[in-house]
């Protein structure tokens, strides 16, 4: 798996109030990373997407407008700084024209090509935990409930062995 660039906290604080759409990605999915790591090196410093991993352990719907894990797995979303939700093919063009890179998705602005775009999109959506060699998304979210459960019960400092991460 590709790993995450990951940002400095002093990067994080002073890019934290200028972002312009939170992107909401699967921090486990090695083609959603080579996409963010691609986005992060387009936006540099600027700090106008802010990633927001929702495979973390400590991913909050009440942070991300109120989407939960397994919405978030299912199709790809984004937030605007307004708490509006955007979903799908709209979230990458939103993004690449934050960028500036919007001519990269312009065509699909087009009304047929933009509803071929997002049939395309939902394909890839509904089959991309199988590709990418995952279990499915119930499976995922049943051991994320499992993991976050354990977490809970073990606050006073015990472990969890990793071999049953599975």
């Known amino acids: 798996m590709l790993p995450l660039q990951q940002n400095t906290i002093s990067e994080q604080k002073t890019t934290e109030s200028l972002w312009k759409i939170k992107l909401l990605f699967d921090g486990a999915c090695p083609l959603c990373v080579r996409e963010v790591n691609f986005l992060k090196r387009k936006d540099g410093d600027r700090g106008l997407i802010k990633f927001i991993d929702i495979a973390a352990e400590d991913y909050d719907p009440a942070d ?19 708490r509006e939700i955007v979903r799908d093919v709209e979230v990458f063009r939103q993004i690449y024209d934050i960028l500036g890179i919007g001519w990269i998705y312009a065509v699909t602005k087009l009304p047929v090509i933009g509803r071929v775009a997002d049939i395309l999109y939902g394909v890839w959506a509904d089959y991309r935990l199988l590709l990418t060699g995952r279990a499915n998304l119930q499976t995922i979210v049943a051991q994320r409930q499992q993991r976050l459960k354990a977490k809970e019960l073990c606050d006073d400092g015990c472990t969890i062995d990793a071999r049953n991460k599975r």
């Open 64 to 82: 991300n407008a109120n989407i939960d894990f397994e919405t978030a797995m299912g199709r790809i979303h984004a937030v605007l700084p307004n």
